[in-house]
């Protein structure tokens, strides 16, 4: 779910969560959500795809293969980039994906 937090001056203005199983087919649903919210924020839908695959990277790296439970993800908006969090279990890492001026 999506959270407004604080002001259009604190620069920023997007908050979502999302958790899906490690493995199997709904994982892919967060890529396609990376590659939605990098075209909200403004990229061209090339550009956009690659935070999709970028998100693919970083799942990989929290649940390799063979990882159980589910990968919390959190997207956020911080000064013109897209930070991307994954979580599972007792691994973690994130990423920062530039978005255009």
């Known amino acids: 779910m999506s959270e ?3 002001n ?11 958790s899906v199983p490690s493995q199997g087919g709904l994982r892919a649903v967060a890529t396609d959500v990376a590659t939605r919210i990098a075209e909200y924020l403004g990229s061209n839908r090339p550009d956009a795809e690659s935070a999709g695959v970028t998100l ?3 799942a990989a790296r929290v649940a390799p293969s063979g990882a159980n439970g589910d990968i919390q993800f959190e997207f ?4 013109r980039e897209l930070l991307i969090k994954a ?3 007792d691994r973690s890492m994130e990423v920062r994906y530039p978005l255009p001026v």
């Open 56 to 58: 693919e990277g970083l």
């Open 87 to 89: 979580r599972c279990d």
């Open 76 to 79: 956020r908006e911080v000064d």
């Open 4 to 6: 407004p937090r604080g």
């Open 8 to 18: 259009a001056n604190d620069g920023q203005s997007l908050v979502l969560r999302l």
